[in-house]
């Protein structure tokens, strides 16, 4: 079963605006979230991860919130730009290697 | 410094035929993972693999599936007998510890399997 539940499938926002992405788990094992990036025809690339002892982490345009006690993160996208066009996945694992991942997220970034 | 290498990048195969995918890490790492993703879905852990040694093979399917790393060249995820539900993209990542926390697994593109 999906450990990670991903929303929205895929999304369109304008130039400039805010894209949010919104990730659930059930596993309190968890305790280390990564983002992944994936553009098409290449593998997934790390954008940023958290930890569950801080509730907000941010990179430049790219910021996680994490809210523990509801067991969930997501991903906000700050002045999205054509460029952040992408497939977008968040993932958790609880070992340190095995990771889970949500089913993905399509942005389209409208110029 | 190349990335994770993956090849063939496409692989058709027809019912009941072998796929094999082979995967070489990047220069110095030695912590190599396989991921399935199937259609609409997120990537899936298969297997954990370090030099001769398979570590962690919990998401591999009991039958047909098996992987290597040889002490020399590229890992290899090997599907006998695929059938039409075999179709998928297959990641290889590779890292040069274990933590994910601090060494992030580093992906290659994949090999696009299709099933005819």
């Known amino acids: 079963q999906q450990q990670v539940k991903q929303s929205p499938q895929s999304l369109i926002v304008q130039k400039g605006g805010i894209s949010i992405i919104n990730c659930a788990y059930e596993?309190?094992?968890?305790?280390?979230f990564p983002w992944y990036q994936q553009f098409p025809g290449k593998g997934p690339a790390l954008l940023i991860a958290?930890?569950?002892?801080?509730s907000e982490k941010k990179e430049g345009r790219f910021t996680i919130s994490f809210n523990k006690s509801a067991k969930q993160f997501s991903l906000h996208i700050m002045d999205s730009q054509p460029g952040d066009s992408a497939t977008y996945f968040c993932?958790?694992?609880?070992?340190?290697?095995?990771?889970?991942f949500g089913a993905g997220t399509t942005v389209t970034v409208r110029a | 410094n190349a990335g994770v290498m993956q090849n063939p990048r496409h692989l058709v195969r027809r019912r009941g035929q072998e796929a094999r995918l082979r995967c070489s890490p990047m220069?110095?790492?030695?912590?190599v993972y396989w991921y399935r993703q199937l259609p609409e879905e997120g990537l899936k852990f298969m297997v954990y693999?370090?030099?001769?040694?398979?570590?962690?093979e919990s998401g591999m399917p009991k039958e047909r599936f098996s992987a290597e790393f040889p002490k020399e060249g590229p890992s290899i995820l090997r599907i006998q007998q695929v059938v039409r539900g075999d179709s998928a993209a297959y990641f290889c990542?590779?890292?040069?510890?274990?933590?994910?926390?601090?060494?992030?697994?580093?992906f290659g593109p994949g090999t696009r399997l299709t099933v005819l």
């Open positions: 693999l370090q030099k001769e040694n398979i570590i962690d």
């Open positions: 993932a958790a694992t609880p070992n340190d290697y095995k990771l889970s």
């Open positions: 990542a590779s890292s040069s510890v274990l933590a994910v926390r601090t060494d992030t697994q580093y």
């Open positions: 596993n309190t094992a968890f305790d280390y």
């Open positions: 958290i930890r569950p002892d801080v």
């Open positions: 220069k110095g790492h030695s912590h």
